[in-house]
């Protein structure tokens, strides 16, 4: 177990519908990442967001935004969507920012359908 | 550019050793990581090692890094059932995010 929790584990909907992945890091973690696995694009980065702040973006797509919460949990918000979403969504922590360990979370599988 | 990339697949005798091979393509990389994914689970960090090693090994678990042929590899000892999972190496390079390879599936046989 990481220490890393993400809700909810799996999630069916349809497309044009729009859900919303939770995470929480690790108890002292301010960094926040998110990946999408799919089996077309691999293991691709999304956006990171450290102590509230967005800090790096890679390949989000504009129908997808992210935050960061006081609390320092992240919720990643996926809208319009389309069958090619569906893939399984991790979110990873680290303590700081900057090259370091990331440690993952379970992950959220998302089917759109 | 970034690209790592990693062959599909490795299928090997339990109690042999397996290596897990990736090439790199940027060679300012700093730190290369290696990540263990079994079925229905998240990424589990195994190991890590800075651009400025050559080795590094835990327990049963031995890194290579070559930097002029930008070829890292992950030789597991004593290969036992447990390890079946499919195993990614990645790439950070003064950023925080991965780059990730296509990931290998490592099957054990008894």
Request: net charge negative; no cysteine; charged share 20%.
């Given at each position: 177990d990481s220490g890393v929790t993400q809700t909810p584990k799996h999630l069916i909907t349809a497309t044009g519908q729009r859900v919303t992945l939770r995470c929480s890091p690790r108890s002292g973690d301010l960094s926040v990442y998110w990946y999408q696995q799919s089996l077309d694009q691999g293991l691709q980065f999304l956006i990171q967001y450290y102590n509230g702040e967005e800090r790096a973006k890679g390949?989000?797509?504009?129908r997808f935004s992210a935050q960061q919460f006081p609390d320092l949990h992240s919720e990643l918000n996926l809208s319009s969507?389309?069958?090619?979403?569906s893939a399984l969504y991790f979110c990873a922590s680290s303590?700081?920012?900057?090259?370091n360990e990331q440690f993952f979370g379970p992950g959220t599988r998302l089917t759109v359908l | 550019g970034e690209d790592v990339e990693q062959s599909l697949f490795l299928s090997v005798r339990e109690g042999d050793s397996s290596v897990i091979n990736c090439t790199y393509?940027?060679?300012?990389?700093?730190y290369l990581y290696w990540y263990k994914q079994e079925p229905g689970a998240g990424l589990q960090l195994l190991t890590y090692i800075f651009s400025n090693m050559d080795m590094k090994q835990d327990q049963r678990l031995t890194v290579l890094l070559n930097k002029k042929d930008k070829h890292l590899s992950l030789r597991i000892a004593d290969?036992?059932?447990?390890?079946?999972a499919i195993y990614f190496c990645a790439e950070a390079y003064n950023t925080d995010k991965l780059i990730f390879g296509t990931g290998t599936r490592l099957q054990v046989f008894p």
């Open positions: 390949n989000i797509l504009e969507l389309e069958l090619g979403d303590v700081v920012a900057g090259v | 393509t940027d060679s300012s990389s700093t290969t036992q059932t447990g390890d079946s």
